[in-house]
């Protein structure tokens, strides 16, 4: 089956420095990923959608300076949480959808990361 | 907006008891319908997905869901839960118009007694 992976899979920062979360799609091609953010015992919250080649869609309220996100190739996207502050701790997961399946809305999820920001 | 409702936010069930999950969508058409689990600290595997057709959708693990389109409802059972389902359960509703995009329902965390 598809897989995606996520590095990494854990991260511990100091305040205000930047920490940047990968996304690769490893056995096949994804013109398309996801963003999701989750906080403890709750259900997830889209952040973003990458898009291949184009500026990122972000959702309402999410801000685009704090969560950079960057999918320069069809296998890999990343999100760099800027200047991160502890309220940004959380768990990171992405998803992605496969170019060759296209709108049948089947979505593969990465292991997800966890950040801590001290 | 479509949203999704699991009514249910814990559920403890027996080793070999049945096991419901209830899943209800707010959407104007048909979506797409998805059933993910997550384990403590991991990311979410996919069960089970509804894109149109047969109504009753089998799926990993032994799971199986059925669509109710009269009452905007994806329940997921499965017949004899093993303590290895013990896990956080989630609906989701895509729509193609949306870009695939997916909302999530809130979740279910099932425990599992021996």
């Known amino acids: 089956g598809a897989v995606v992976s996520q590095h990494p899979s854990r991260v511990i920062c100091k305040s205000g420095t930047s920490v940047k979360i990968e996304c690769r799609s490893l056995d096949f091609q994804a013109t398309t990923m996801f963003w999701y953010r989750q906080f403890p015992k709750q259900s997830l919250m889209l952040m973003a959608t990458?898009?291949?080649?184009?500026?990122?869609?972000?959702e309402q309220g999410v801000e685009k300076d704090k969560f950079l996100i960057n999918h320069a190739s069809l296998t890999l996207s990343t999100l760099t949480v800027t200047s991160a502050h502890p309220e940004d701790s959380s768990f990171y997961i992405c998803?992605?959808?496969?170019?060759?399946?296209?709108?049948?809305?089947?979505?593969?999820f990465g292991e997800g990361s966890r950040l801590t920001v001290l | 907006a479509q949203s999704v409702t699991q009514p249910d936010i814990h559920i403890t069930v027996s080793e070999g008891a049945s096991l419901e999950l209830r899943c209800n969508y707010s959407y104007g058409a048909t979506p797409y319908l998805f059933w993910y689990v997550q384990s403590p600290g991991q990311g979410l595997q996919l069960l089970l997905k509804y894109f149109s057709g047969d109504t009753l959708v089998q799926g990993i693990k032994g799971f199986e869901a059925e669509f109710k389109r009269s009452q905007s409802s994806f329940n997921l059972r499965k017949p004899s839960v093993h303590w290895s389902d013990a896990a956080e359960y989630f609906c989701a509703v895509g729509r193609k118009a949306a870009g695939n995009k997916l909302t999530f329902g809130g979740g279910t965390r099932v425990l599992v007694k021996p």
């Open positions: 998803s992605a959808r496969d170019r060759r399946t296209g709108n049948t809305g089947e979505l593969f």
């Open positions: 990458s898009n291949e080649g184009s500026k990122a869609t972000y």
